[in-house]
């Protein structure tokens, strides 16, 4: 992982199965680190100015012409503007199709009742900001494995065990001031965290 080429503007290590939000202005970079790796990351964001504009996986993926993210690739709102690119990755893979995990989905996929997943997490940081439920749209996982195989077949897990190793982490550049919300997944029911959620680190800095 390459050091931090300008200021800090904030450094926190967020809990396994907690969130993390925070408004990046314009040109600052969020780092996030897979402290141990095989730890999923949900992620949102939305515009400061204007939270009705926020992330959109539809506009992101046609730009991408992929499924899988990595260096290079911009984040898309529903107005198709910019809002992070991605300037440096050490994982290379990262799913836009599979969503959040929540206690709803708990129970339908693995019949566990009174599991709260990352929509509960959304839930709580977006509180902060005055958006709630119908605010939360399908989102980004860092670092998690969602393999696409021939005719479009899912395994059985839908997730499989994530491809990332201790300290790698995905560099987001803002485009515009925007809410950067992150859940660090809760998962212990399929192997988007190898079972064992971890700790990650998200790091804020301005170039220069």
Not at 119 to 141: K, S, T, W, Y
Request: charged fraction near 20%; hydrophobic fraction near 35%.
């Amino acid at each position: 992982m390459r050091e931090i080429p300008g200021r800090t503007v904030d450094d926190q290590v967020v809990p396994p199965g907690r969130p993390w939000a925070r408004v990046v202005e314009r040109g600052e970079v969020l780092r996030i680190v897979d402290l141990e790796g095989s730890q999923g990351v949900d992620f949102l964001c939305y515009n400061a100015a204007n939270p009705e504009e926020r992330y959109h996986a539809p506009n992101t993926l046609k730009a991408a012409r992929t499924l899988c993210l990595g260096t290079g690739h911009v984040l898309y709102s529903d107005d198709a503007r910019p809002m992070f690119t991605i300037i440096d990755d050490s994982c290379g893979h990262h799913d836009t199709i599979a969503g959040c995990c929540s206690a709803p989905s708990n129970r339908l996929l693995y019949g566990v009742a009174d599991c709260p997943g990352c929509r509960e997490n959304f839930l709580e940081a977006l509180a902060g900001f005055g958006l709630g439920r119908r605010d939360i749209v399908p989102n980004v996982n860092f670092f998690a494995n969602v393999p696409v195989g021939e005719g479009g077949r899912l395994s059985d897990t839908v997730f499989e065990p994530g491809l990332s190793k201790a300290g790698d982490h995905v560099d987001l550049r803002a485009e515009i001031d925007a809410i950067a919300v992150v859940s660090n997944c809760p998962q212990v029911n399929n192997p988007c965290t190898g079972l064992k959620p971890t700790p990650i680190r998200v790091t804020i800095w301005r170039p220069g």
